[in-house]
């Protein structure tokens, strides 16, 4: 029998736009409770008090049969961006989104590696369910009785109008169980809601500046040696890198994993580590979280693990402090402390109704008392938790990959990544991850053809994380060598944009602006035709990327308004209309915004280390005055949480004769500066 409540919402505000109720009784384990979020208080102190944004009496709840049923208002013009890491759609009006984590999302359900849930409206709201349960939202997808359309009938017969979706007015959301926590967030834009939702999540991560280098993933199987020899080749043939990635074969056992180094492949992993590391290469480790019977932690893990094995493996119920202790430990000893730089958080995205039933069920028990469900769906960003925790203990900073995550991620410095491998879709995920506090790599593993491979190439040198992963298809950067020197120049780029990349980050972590974003947050383009456009996107303030893909030589490019500049050549283009842009293979269409500065340093092999500074190049684009805040810390260490960064401010005046005059701001003496000498370069 079915029992309804409906009740009444009391809402409290947190900070400045944002609000959130109790509905019923929650259960303890949320997103946010598992990695026990710190909002930015400071930060978001400073933004305005915008207001709520609903008529209170709107929002409507009932609780039938032990589930939460929200309702919200919608209008009819409201467009839905977010639910995390989508790659099917860019605007969720219309469908009904089921937000369950799932390793292989190739159906458009709303599933995927990191559903999240909270969404943004082309109104200016934002709406958060803080709950580790999968949600389902209705995205003006049902239309009740009570509906003020539901009184429009259409013939399907003959009027052409009829849809299988009639417009709705409402938003439903429904939660299993007899209670949940909702988060409203209110702004002047779609971005300002995006900032503090970022905001409250702890404000954006901060990689090191190292992790914004080009990055190679080894081919599985390889051997110490063989890693030796294929890191002096990128340096031989002038390939800039940062970071090699050490795919299964690292670990004695790994499907499950030891996290253990395999002794015949890595006898001496300090030497190994220590050797890439004086060629400037830092070292990341793959692991899932499945424990190997053979691994020394196994029997310390086993009492505090799930009922049920993934490949023969225990899972560890890390929210249990006790367990993430003894992994820590372990990482400690093993593999931090020899130098390891960080990790790629395998497979803890498991589906059960995929292709591939490997995970273990909803119905698993674990011993902190959380069922399997709630266990799949936070996985992800328990491990994100605790790896980033063992480095900051250290003071030092991490960069990673992870395949699973949810709410309240935005601080973890962690980039998703997948086994699909659609270009367009992938393009489609980098916009989509910037409405929901998600970092992620459109990475390259392989190609049909040498212009597949550019194409790839220079979308990942323009992400936040530039990766080739070989583990599987063993490509190197020179493996089509009709090409190589185009691939060289894209890796190339991406490192001589790193000043322009990290201050983009450092706004992300203090002000909550994603640094690779979606064109709906772009000034108010939300509430526009171009809100949806899926196949560009914004590379920190002022560099507009239009990618191509696969052969294509051409395409159509949208221009916000205001005047426009071709990256390289800076040629002017009139904006607030689509342009028709042709460009060789040699070329990714970038477009800088008039006023546009953009911070550049050599193309180094790598990262320089901390107190080495770097010379500047900086470019002004266009005829009107611009300024850029350039950031500035060691680079590698929190001691930016204790106020030891500087916001160096680059300003171009443009004089009334249209002489263009650069300055950059001082800093104290005694300040170690990670910027050199400064050229300025105008381009018009
Ligand atoms: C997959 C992962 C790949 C690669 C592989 C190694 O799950 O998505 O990137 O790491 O495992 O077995």
């Not at 009784?25 to 933004?47: D, G, H, M, W, Y």
């Not at 894209?490 to 602006?513: C, E």
Request: contains cysteine; neutral net charge; glycine residues 8%.
């Amino acid at each position: 029998m079915s029992t309804r409540q409906t009740k009444i919402l009391n809402w409290s505000k947190k900070a400045p736009g944002i609000w959130s109720s109790i509905i019923g009784s929650p259960e303890a384990f949320t997103p946010f409770s598992a990695i026990n979020v710190k909002p930015a208080l400071q930060a978001l102190k400073k933004r305005e008090n915008t207001p709520f944004p609903f008529n209170p009496d709107s929002i409507k709840v009932d609780i039938i049969s032990s589930r939460i049923i929200i309702r919200l208002p919608l209008k009819e013009d409201e467009k839905i961006f977010g639910f995390g890491l989508q790659f099917m759609r860019i605007n969720h009006r219309g469908r009904t989104r089921y937000l369950r984590v799932n390793s292989d999302p190739k159906i458009d359900t709303g599933e995927t590696h990191a559903p999240v849930p909270f969404y943004v409206s082309s109104r200016n709201y934002g709406v958060l369910i803080n709950t580790s349960r999968i949600v389902t939202i209705y995205c003006g997808s049902c239309v009740r009785k009570d509906s003020k359309y539901s009184s429009i009938i259409r013939d399907r017969n003959t009027d052409p109008l009829w849809t299988a979706t009639p417009i709705s007015d409402s938003v439903e959301i429904m939660i299993p169980g007899n209670g949940v926590e909702i988060f409203i967030f209110s702004g002047n834009t779609v971005l300002d809601v995006v900032e503090r939702y970022n905001l409250y999540c702890g404000g954006g991560a901060l990689p090191p500046r190292w992790g914004l280098g080009f990055w190679y993933r080894m081919p599985t199987n390889f051997n110490a040696e063989q890693i030796i020899r294929e890191a002096e080749e990128l340096r031989k043939r002038d390939f800039p890198c940062d970071v090699i990635g050490l795919e299964p074969g690292w670990h004695s056992k790994s499907y499950p994993t030891s996290y253990e180094w395999s002794k015949e492949r890595f006898p001496q992993p300090a030497e190994f580590i220590d050797k890439l590391r004086s060629k400037g290469f830092r070292v990341n480790l793959w692991e899932n979280p499945y424990v190997s019977p053979s691994s020394k932690i196994y029997p310390k893990l086993k009492p505090l693990s799930g009922s049920h094995t993934v490949w023969g493996g225990i899972v560890p119920d890390y929210s249990l402090p006790e367990a993430r202790e003894i992994l820590k430990a372990q990482h400690t000893r093993e593999h931090i402390s020899l130098g390891v730089s960080g990790y790629k958080l395998d497979e803890c995205d498991g589906s059960e109704l995929t292709d591939n039933s490997w995970i273990f069920p909803a119905h698993a028990t674990f011993p902190s008392g959380h069922d399997g469900e709630q266990m799949r769906q936070v996985y992800g960003l328990i491990l994100q938790k605790m790896i980033t925790d063992i480095f900051h203990e250290r003071n030092i900073r991490t960069y990673g990959l992870v395949r699973a995550s949810t709410a309240g991620a935005s601080s973890l410095p962690y980039v998703l990544y997948s086994d699909l491998y659609d270009h367009r879709q992938f393009v489609r995920a980098l916009c989509n991850s910037s409405f929901s506090g998600l970092l992620w790599t459109p990475e390259v593993r392989e190609a049909k053809s040498s212009e597949e491979w550019v194409r790839r190439i220079q979308v990942a040198c323009f992400s936040p994380l530039a990766m080739l992963n070989a583990w599987s298809s063993q490509m190197k950067p020179w493996s089509f060598p009709e090409v190589e020197p185009i691939v060289r120049k894209y890796i190339k780029l991406r490192m001589q944009l790193i000043p322009y990349f990290y201050s983009a980050f450092a706004r992300y972590h203090f002000d909550g602006t994603p640094p690779f974003r979606a064109m709906a947050l772009e000034d108010d383009l939300s509430k526009t035709d171009a809100a949806e456009i899926d196949d560009q996107y914004m590379a920190g303030d002022s560099i507009l990327v239009a990618p191509l893909f696969g052969s294509e030589r051409a395409r159509e490019v949208f221009l916000p308004e205001g005047i426009w500049y071709d990256f390289e050549t800076g040629e002017r283009f009139r904006g607030g209309q689509v342009i028709q842009v042709s460009a060789g293979l040699e070329k990714i269409p970038l477009f800088v915004r008039n006023g546009g500065i953009i911070p550049m340093m050599p193309a180094l092999s790598h990262v320089p280390q901390t107190g080495e500074p770097v010379p500047l190049e900086i470019r002004h684009y266009g005829t009107v005055s611009g300024n850029f805040k350039l950031f500035d810390d060691d680079g590698e260490s929190y001691a930016y949480e204790k106020g030891f960064y500087r916001w160096r401010i680059l300003e171009v005046k443009v004089l009334p004769d249209g002489k263009k005059q650069g300055s950059i701001s001082k800093v104290e003496d005694g300040w170690n500066s990670s910027y050199g000498r400064i050229t300025w370069k105008f381009i018009e």
